[in-house]
C-alpha cells in the first residue's frame, strides 16, 4: 500500500505542477486543476478495488485448499483399479468367428 501511496503522490505532484505552470503561463484554464482531485480519487479506487480482489482470490483459494485437504483426510483412499486383461487366446475369433478361443 505504501508503494501505491507513494506514486499516487508523484503522479499529485507532477500532474499538479505541470498544470499549475500551463495555468499560470494561461495556455490551460484554471477549472483544469480541479481534475487532480478526480484523477487521485479513480486511481485511489482502482488501487483498492484490486488489493480487495487479490485478497478475496487468495481466501476463496485457501478455502478450496483447506476443503480440499479435510476431503482427503476423511474419506479412505480407494482401492486400485487394474484394467482386465484377459489371456491373448481368448481374444483370437474362433473358426465360427466367434472369441471363444478354440482348440484342437
Known sequence: MRAALA????????TGFSLG???MS???????????????????????FAR?????????RREYEQRRGAAAVRAP????RLPHR????HHCPGPRGDSRAHHG
Open 7 to 14: 506514486a499516487l503522490a508523484i503522479i499529485i505532484l507532477a
Open 21 to 23: 505552470v500551463d495555468v
Open 26 to 48: 494561461g495556455d490551460q484554464p484554471a477549472d483544469v486543476l480541479a481534475g487532480i482531485p478526480l484523477m487521485t480519487v479513480v486511481f485511489a479506487a482502482l488501487v483498492l
Open 52 to 60: 480487495r480482489s487479490v485478497a478475496a482470490r487468495e481466501e476463496i
Open 77 to 80: 483412499p480407494a482401492p486400485a
Open 86 to 89: 484377459a489371456h491373448p487366446a
